[in-house]
């Protein structure tokens, strides 16, 4: 079965699937569009671009969803909402809600993957997040396996390594994992957005990844998918701390060449 079906009786022949389409898997021929070529990535550019809705992909549901552009939300109040937004690490008791955690996972797979692999998973540590911080508390006291690295830093700069000290008290902590670091990057990087714009505060714990990075005792309570690494931890929650400005920046490093 191809996986992209044309409806004939819907396609005009107009040619913008063909046109759009990353890797020419569509032609017009005889007023008619053709998927000719299996080199589709399932990308969907042709399902949405059809303007009359002629196109659908074998799998998937299809639903006609109206796009929304991203300029219906402002660039100016969107750049100074990035500009304000800070990492967090104190949080208040309130839960996420089911609603809202449902909207960041949705954020992160819609967010763009090399090639369209959509290769990125989403580890909720739910019921196992209390003994996941006790694994990552005891790694960072006892030190051994992070010689060089961040514990040995923190000791340095005389950081007590608190029993609370990777998830700061937060109600939802998600791990987002890969094969590479790229897509997992980015999606974590739309979740945080759309849990900020939930009145939510993020923190990502690089500390915990570089924990699930030397402890195969945690990466077996992760149980992260075949060939996955986790690539960001982040520790969600409502802030119990307001920032009223906009922090100082280092000054652009920019090189037109
Ligand atoms: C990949 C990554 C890992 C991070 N890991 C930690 C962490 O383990 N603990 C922590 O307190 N902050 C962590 N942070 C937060 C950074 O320290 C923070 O982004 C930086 O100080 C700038 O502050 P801002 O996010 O409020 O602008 C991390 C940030 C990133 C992007």
Redo the contacts with the bound molecule.
């Keep these: 079965m191809d996986k992209i079906i044309i409806n004939e009786e819907k396609c005009t022949g107009c040619s913008l699937c063909a046109f759009d389409c990353p890797n020419g898997c569509l032609t017009v021929e005889n007023g008619k569009a053709r998927f000719a070529r299996p080199a589709c990535i399932e990308c969907g550019h042709c399902f949405a671009v059809c303007p009359q809705g002629a196109v659908t992909m074998a799998g998937y549901n299809c639903a006609d969803e109206p796009a929304v552009p991203m300029t219906a939300v402002g660039s100016d109040t969107l750049l100074a909402a990035m500009r304000s937004?800070?990492?967090v690490?104190h949080f208040t008791e309130r839960p996420v809600e089911e609603e809202e955690l449902r909207k960041i996972l949705e954020a992160g797979r819609y967010s763009p993957t090399g090639g369209n692999f959509q290769n990125v998973a989403f580890t909720v540590l739910g019921s196992r997040q209390a003994e996941a911080e006790a694994l990552c508390v005891g790694i960072f006291r006892d030190g051994s396996a992070l010689d060089a690295g961040p514990a040995a830093f923190l000791k340095r700069i005389g950081v007590e390594v608190t029993d609370d000290f990777f998830f700061k008290g937060a109600p939802l902590v998600v791990v987002v994992s890969g094969p590479d670091d790229v897509n997992p990057a980015l999606a974590s990087s739309y979740m945080e957005l759309m849990a900020e714009s939930l009145g939510l505060g993020v923190?990502?714990?690089?500390?915990?990844?570089e924990c699930a990075a030397v402890s195969a005792e945690l990466r077996e309570l992760l149980d992260l998918p075949e060939g996955h690494r986790a690539v960001?931890c982040m520790v969600i929650g409502y802030p119990a701390v307001e920032y009223k400005r906009i922090?100082p920046r280092k000054p652009l490093k920019l090189k037109t060449l």
């Design positions: 937004r800070r990492t690490r923190l990502y714990s690089g500390f915990f990844r960001t922090v």
